[in-house]
């Protein structure tokens, strides 16, 4: 699906991600965690060609990205930035606007199946009820589901989301990684998402990628990237890394400098 | 979808009616008062009578600049607030009419105008406006990027600096001088040249035919250059293209009608919180309402005190910024009781 080899890209002249080599099957939920500058979004922009490679090349179907036309692009990428801008449109008007790259030459009007297919991600998300109301009316929560919505309505091979579950709470935290990993489930969207909390990571991703100061630090399940000594190298911070009873997968749990140093004196 | 077409046709419809209506007022208004019987009447008189030529040489010609101006105005205001995202921008933030007015000043202060033809103040205007465009432009280019923010400060800032030599150059100038270059900078749509308007209508109306091949785009800017690229809109080509088409409206605009305010600024908003923010209608709909717009406060000005003829600028400006408060305030109201 996805391929990216020996990968350098940065802004200006500062290379911010180096030697990058990667790779995504279809179907797969991959997850890219890092603490913050590490390079996590600086990864999703040179996927989605915002800026350019200074060595090496993302391949998406075997086909340099820089050479498929942008609509093509959009036809299979489609992304799910961090907070959304917030514009005067209805719900319905946003969503339509993934339909942007498929429309012809000359085509005015969206037709009949581009109303369907935005229904349709509308009611996936579950924002159906939604589609008269102002961008500007409905709650953070409201607003990640319609992005994901609209990302959906260019119907995509693969989805890329930039911190989907920041600033929610947990219930719209957990509503929407449900969704992302039904939505992979149920219609083999292949997903790549960059996460800053390491236990839902953990519990809704296949693979793990933890990146550390521009380069891949280390690949693999979540059981293998989420051991304590991996995690205080790269994150500098004392972690305890648990079982999750029901998941069995890893949970990390954070000490206070407190109660670490009563640890220490006893 | 059924529904959204119908309300488009009918904002055009009514857009359209108030544009005749307006037209028709606009001939009727005036020192010499017409109703629309007489008007009739004395066209089918034909040419000859003195109420023809007023009819004809006199209102006709500013009401057609009036809907090429105002019309180009609106419109580079619609797409310059749709690509920067900023509703504060218009035509003249970016500097264009600050070079346009430099370069009719130049040419009035060393008295081009009198040993060259008339047309040598427009031509001087697009040349101002012109410059400043492709510095602004230069100056915004990085590495083939065109930044937006960067384009607008720049813009600012040439702004500033024209309106800066300006003053110096009516500090300087003599009298006769300085009350030409006064009545140019307050911008009327009086314009003796048939051949100029022509033009001016020609580069309105292909303005707004050129404007559609990017309203999917400008749709997609709403989001950001960012998500419009997501969205497989290619952003550096769709920035520049707009920016020469917008720079082109406005430039032709100021050069030939000298600085009409306020049109550019508040017309696109006040559409905006009728017809919604699709750029589909959007665009069209500002292109109407500029020029019914640009035609009703050029009849005011030529009539609210007669003998004496206000500058349009004033009225656009007074009449504008009231029409836009109001409907602000409405427009509150409104959201609140949602």
Redesign the interface.
């Known amino acids: 699906m996805l391929e990216i080899r020996d990968l350098t890209c940065g802004y200006d002249s500062k290379f911010l991600l180096k030697d990058i080599n990667f790779r995504i099957d279809t179907g797969e939920l991959v997850g890219i965690i890092g603490p913050n500058g590490s390079g996590k979004t600086t990864f999703l922009r040179a996927v989605t060609g915002v800026i350019k490679p200074i060595e090496g090349e993302v391949l998406l179907e075997g086909k340099n990205i820089w050479q498929v036309a942008l609509k093509e692009i959009a036809k299979k990428i489609a992304v799910v930035l961090q907070n959304p801008p917030i514009s005067h449109m209805t719900v319905e008007e946003f969503v339509l606007l993934g339909r942007i790259p498929h429309y012809q030459k000359f085509q005015f009007l969206e037709t009949k199946r581009d109303l369907e297919i935005a229904k349709r991600s509308m009611s996936l998300t579950d924002i159906l009820k939604l589609k008269d109301r102002f961008m500007s009316e409905i709650s953070g929560g409201e607003r990640q589901l319609a992005c994901i919505a609209r990302a959906l309505t260019q119907e995509p091979k693969l989805l890329l989301l930039d911190e989907p579950t920041a600033h929610l709470d947990i219930t719209h935290q957990v509503g929407i990684l449900d969704l992302i990993k039904r939505l992979n489930k149920e219609f083999a969207l292949t997903v790549i998402m960059v996460l800053h909390d390491l236990n839902l990571a953990s519990e809704y991703c296949q693979h793990l990628v933890l990146i550390n100061e521009g380069r891949i630090y280390k690949i693999g399940l979540p059981e293998e990237v989420l051991n304590y000594q991996v995690i205080e190298d790269v994150y500098k911070t004392i972690v305890v890394v648990e079982k999750n009873p029901i998941s069995s997968r890893p949970y990390v749990l954070l000490v206070s400098e407190e109660e670490r140093q009563n640890k220490g004196k006893r | 979808?059924e529904k959204k077409?119908i309300r488009w046709v009918f904002w055009i419809l009514v857009l359209y009616g108030l544009f005749l209506g307006t037209i028709f007022f606009s001939l009727c208004a005036g020192s010499v008062g017409m109703s629309l019987k007489k008007i009739l009447g004395v066209i089918l008189e034909g040419k000859g009578t003195v109420e023809y030529s007023i009819l004809f040489d006199i209102r006709l010609p500013r009401i057609i600049l009036g809907f090429a101006i105002g019309g180009a105005l609106s419109l580079a205001g619609v797409i310059l607030q749709g690509m920067f995202?900023n509703p504060l921008v218009e035509p003249y933030t970016l500097g264009i009419s600050g070079g346009a007015a430099l370069g009719v000043c130049l040419n009035i202060i060393l008295g081009l105008n009198r040993t060259l033809s008339v047309f040598s103040l427009p031509i001087f205007g697009f040349l101002g406006a012109g410059l400043v465009i492709l510095l602004v432009y230069s100056l915004s280019i990085r590495r083939g990027i065109l930044k937006i923010q960067g384009l607008l400060l720049t813009g600012v800032m040439i702004s500033f600096i024209a309106s800066s030599l300006i003053m110096l150059i009516m500090a300087i100038s003599r009298a006769e001088d300085l009350h030409g270059i006064i009545f140019w900078i307050m911008g009327s749509l009086e314009e003796p040249n048939w051949l100029l308007i022509k033009l001016m209508v020609l580069v309105s109306v292909l303005g707004l035919l050129t404007s559609y091949l990017f309203?999917?785009d400008l749709?997609?800017f709403?989001?950001?250059e960012?998500?419009a690229?997501?969205?497989?809109?290619?952003i550096e080509r769709t920035k520049r293209l707009l920016f020469i088409l917008a720079s082109l409206l406005t430039g032709c605009s100021v050069s030939i009608a000298g600085i009409i305010g306020f049109v550019g600024l508040v017309v696109p908003h006040f559409v905006?919180i009728f017809v919604?923010?699709?750029h589909?209608i959007l665009l069209a709909a500002s292109f109407l309402t500029g020029a019914t717009f640009l035609i009703l406060c050029d009849t005011l000005a030529r009539t609210v005190i007669l003998p004496l003829e206000l500058p349009v600028g004033v009225i656009t400006g007074i009449l504008g910024g009231s029409l836009f408060v109001y409907a602000l305030s409405k427009k509150q109201v409104l959201l609140g009781e949602?």
């Open positions: 979808m077409v995202r309203c999917f749709n997609a709403s989001l950001g960012e998500e690229l997501h969205l497989g809109i290619n905006r919604g923010g699709d589909r949602k």
